[in-house]
T-cell receptor, first 115, second 107 residues
Framework: DAGVIQSPRHEVTEMGQEVTLRCKPISGHNSLFWYRQTMMRGLELLIYFNNNVPIDDSGMPEDRFSAKMPNASFSTLKIQPSEPRDSAVYFC?????????????FGPGTRLTVT | KNEVEQSPQNLTAQEGEFITINCSYSVGISALHWLQQHPGGGIVSLFMLSSGKKKHGRLIATINIQEKHSSLHITASHPRDSAVYICAFTGGFKTIFGAGTRLFVKA
């Protein structure tokens, strides 16, 4: 298995532009997580999907952030409009869980720089 | 008080030493995770546990639910163990991360 796949690996964009990050979870996993990592705040959970349904999006910083999971093999995290403070590494992770969250497998991350 | 506290923040060890990293949390949890983040940035899940002890190679993770405390031990440490080790707990729908322990193992 290729593991969790994220694209792009690096993204540099100007303030105000729309940014879309993509994630393909491990086949068969039913939970997907989006995380953000910054030097100041460390790792933070942004949103969690289970069976393609958003379960908890309380970590999404503001309305500029949105996430979708149209099917079991694909998710997007969109920032519109982007701001310099959104610069971070964004990780996607997936797991197989029944009632209790299973072990999570992380993608390589997307390093976002907003100038 | 942070919901999860890790110690130490930084740790330098000599190759071969036994290493312990600690994690304390203040709320009820359903599971505790230990993650390893390599210098290149990639994150690997080492353990997920909700009770007792787990072992994988030279790594051992323990958790004491009553004391709300978990430890990660590395036996016979090696320079390739140099990384940031992060504990995280899941409770309900939340995942809360510790700040991480930066480990450097000298040859």
């Amino acid at each position: 298995d290729a593991g969790v796949i994220q694209s792009p690996r690096h993204e540099v964009t100007e303030m105000g532009q729309e940014v879309t990050l993509r994630c393909k979870p491990i086949s068969g996993h039913n939970s997907l997580f989006w995380y953000r990592q910054t030097m100041m705040r460390g790792l933070e959970l942004l949103i969690y999907f289970n069976n393609n349904v958003p379960i908890d999006d309380s970590g999404m910083p503001e309305d500029r952030f949105s996430a979708k999971m149209p099917n079991a093999s694909f998710s997007t995290l969109k920032i519109q409009p982007s701001e310099p403070r959104d610069s971070a590494v964004y990780f996607c992770a997936s797991s197989f869980s029944l009632r209790v969250r299973g072990e999570q497998y992380f993608g390589p991350g997307t390093r976002l720089t907003v100038t | 008080k942070n919901e999860v506290e890790q110690s130490p923040q930084n740790l330098t060890a000599q190759e071969g030493e036994f290493i312990t990293i600690n994690c304390s949390y203040s709320v009820g949890i359903s599971a505790l995770h230990w993650l390893q983040q390599h210098p290149g940035g990639g994150i690997v899940s080492l353990f997920m546990l909700s009770s007792g002890k787990k072992k994988h190679g030279r790594l051992i993770a323990t958790i004491n639910i009553q004391e709300k405390h978990s430890s990660l031990h590395i036996t016979a440490s090696h320079p390739r163990d140099s990384a940031v080790y992060i504990c995280a707990f899941t409770g309900g729908f939340k995942t809360i991360f510790g700040a991480g322990t930066r480990l450097f193992v000298k040859a």
